[in-house]
């Protein structure tokens, strides 16, 4: 019996060293380097945060997606959907340009018409606009057209749909 309290007493010592050792080094660092560690986690910001699929945040009418492009370049699509058969398209190719922030200056706007059953007609408004997409929160985007301002007071949150929800 005496082997068997032996063996159960290991285990639980055993449990409780690993159990503290994924905060038993930080624990021992000098408060200063445990500060300089938490914030350099805070700033490490990567512009990957952007993408995704996102929608506006009150109405639901602006789809905005970013993807990866080249290396250093991400791919942006807005769309905002005016009336069932009357779409508006922006498609941009946006680079970091400081922490939270990505800035582009090739943006494309085309006015989609439909039919039936395909686009019918496609106007371009314009093409080289400029503007800025900025992280102004935990999962939450605003995007500045230099041109249109449509979207300048709206917030974007993660795609609410699974299935994207489509305009």
């Not at 690993?18 to 080094?25: D, E, I, K, V």
């Not at 700033?43 to 250093?72: C, I, K, L, M, Q």
Request: charge should be negative; glycine fraction near 8%.
């Amino acid at each position: 019996m005496k082997a068997v309290f032996a063996f159960a007493r290991k285990i639980v010592l055993a449990a409780a060293i690993s159990a503290m050792l994924p905060t038993g080094f930080a624990c021992a660092m000098p408060n200063s380097v445990q500060a300089a560690a938490v914030e350099d986690k805070a700033s490490a910001f990567t512009a990957d945060e952007f993408v995704g699929f996102w929608e506006e945040e009150a109405e639901g009418n602006f789809r905005f997606t970013v993807t990866h492009a080249e290396p250093g370049w991400y791919g942006i699509e807005v769309c905002y959907n005016r009336t069932p058969k009357l779409v508006d398209i922006w498609t941009m190719t946006a680079k970091p340009t400081g922490e939270h922030v990505m800035e582009y200056k090739d943006c494309r706007h085309c006015l989609l018409t439909y039919g039936p059953q395909y686009i019918d007609k496609e106007d371009l408004l314009y093409e080289n606009g400029t503007g800025t997409v900025h992280m102004v929160g935990p999962k939450r985007i605003v995007w500045k057209d230099h041109q249109d301002h449509v979207a300048d007071s709206v917030f974007f949150i993660p795609l609410r749909s699974p299935l994207g929800g489509g305009l």
